[in-house]
Nanobody, 127 residues
Framework: QVQVVESGGGSVQAGGSLRLSCAWT?????????MGWFRQAPGKGREFVAA????????YYADSVRGRFTISTDSAKSTLYLQVNSLKPEDTAVYYC???????????????????WGQGTQVTVSS
């Protein structure tokens, strides 16, 4: 059974940085189509943040985070990372990691593409 577990969230001041981690078990690296990060701010819907495509190591970012966030993977550790820099108060949200096998309809930007989700990790940015 696939499990996806996020960690690394916390409280930081504006301009600070964090590295979010997402460890998965139950599925070999070679069978994964891609993984992504989404976030949900208080009172808002969940939104796409970044994604990593396995086939060609392609990366995708929301306009609001491009240039500040970096997504990467470590296959040996079965871990996905999101380096978040220059944090802003509007980045405050619960950050979710998700994994896709590539069998559902949608693009990397769509929640519908993803098969497995973690429980989320809280990021709070104060001004």
């Amino acid at each position: 059974q696939v499990q996806v577990v996020e960690s690394g969230g916390g409280s930081v001041q504006a301009g600070g940085s964090l590295r979010l981690s997402c460890a998965w078990t139950g599925r070999p690296y070679s069978s994964i189509y891609g993984m992504g990060w989404f976030r949900q701010a208080p009172g808002k819907g969940r939104e796409f943040v970044a994604a990593f495509g396995w086939s060609d190591s392609s990366t995708y970012y929301a306009d609001s985070v491009r240039g500040r966030f970096t997504i990467s993977t470590d296959s040996a550790k079965s871990t996905l990372y999101l380096q978040v820099n220059s944090l802003k108060p509007e980045d405050t949200a619960v950050y979710y990691c998700a994994q896709t096998l590539g069998l559902r309809l949608g693009t990397f930007y769509d929640e519908s593409l993803y098969d497995y989700w973690g429980q989320g990790t809280q990021v709070t940015v104060s001004s």
